[in-house]
């Protein structure tokens, strides 16, 4: 019961204060990224823009349902099908469309650092523009499902899913979507992007664009960092799903899975503190629209 106890809170303590430095962190990175005319005009920076808008509605949504049900017991999707179907949508879809547009900045960036011309063509901000409206599309498509598959089940009032195959495409987006495959293209074209920096001598840019460089390699970090972890422990609890476990190991995992889950929201709120750390060019930028007195 301890462990249960210390659960519920660490969800409440962690939570609350993720949701209150990720509201200000992606509100910032909205406000610098939407004002600061060169940062609009990247593709780079547009999808961080995005982003962080997309990660907003998510930890406001996700964060907020998860303190109250995990910390106060407290459910208010168990009430209405359709607010089951709706959070369950709102969590799948932000939060793969964020990861979405993660690897469209570091394949940006890989684009903007080759020496190949009819390479570096293909980063414009009117491409990225097409590209952000039709990956909303496709994700939205993808969620659709979730409106059909996804409802209450009595008497325990639980919002779940009632179809068996969909229940083994969930493991895919839990192991795939989510984790490896947005993992490993960031950390290729991180690696790229690095080798391309490397063959060039000098680079045949502003000095904005090597620190976006270098905000792109901090987030591809953070994206490891903060999915990894519950990638691993998925793998584990999918591989001994049907091993005997003592109500002991099911406590410890289930407070390992709380803390694990827990640490994937880094990715969803952490972008501006590296960005900050990363960037002297950010840091000015935020300082200027921040504290314009200050100049």
Request: overall charge positive; charged content about 10%.
């Amino acid at each position: 019961m301890t462990l249960l106890t210390d659960s519920q809170q660490f969800t409440v303590y962690i939570g609350f204060f993720l949701l209150i430095i990720g509201i200000i962190g992606n509100g910032i990175n909205i406000l610098i990224f939407f004002k600061v005319r060169t940062y609009r005009q990247t593709p780079c920076t547009f999808y961080f823009l995005i982003e962080s808008i997309s990660n907003m509605i998510y930890i406001l949504l996700n964060i907020t349902l998860r303190i109250l049900n995990i910390g106060y017991g407290i459910d208010i999707i168990a009430a209405l099908s359709i607010w089951c179907k709706f959070r369950q949508f709102l969590l799948v879809t932000p939060g793969i469309f964020s990861m979405n547009l993660s690897c469209l900045a570091a394949i940006d960036q890989f684009l903007t650092t080759s020496k190949n011309v009819s390479v570096r063509h293909f980063s414009r901000i009117e491409f990225a523009h097409r590209i952000v409206i039709l990956s909303l599309i496709f994700w939205c498509v993808h969620g659709i499902p979730i409106f059909v598959f996804y409802n209450i089940s009595y008497p325990t009032k639980i919002c779940m899913n009632t179809n068996a195959g969909y229940d083994i495409y969930i493991v895919f987006y839990l192991l795939g979507l989510i984790c490896a495959i947005p993992i490993l293209i960031m950390i290729l074209f991180g690696w790229l992007t690095y080798r391309n920096v490397c063959q060039i001598k000098r680079l045949n840019a502003l000095q904005v664009d090597r620190q976006l460089i270098r905000m792109t390699f901090t987030h591809v970090i953070l994206s490891v960092i903060s999915l990894l972890p519950f990638g691993i422990y998925q793998t584990y609890a999918r591989l001994t799903k049907t091993v005997f476990k003592d109500s002991d190991r099911q406590m410890k995992e289930y407070f390992t899975s709380t803390v694990l889950s827990m640490v994937t929201y880094l990715y969803f709120v952490g972008n501006c503190y590296i960005f900050l750390i990363s960037s002297r060019s950010f840091r000015q930028k935020t300082r200027h629209q921040l504290f314009p007195w200050c100049q």
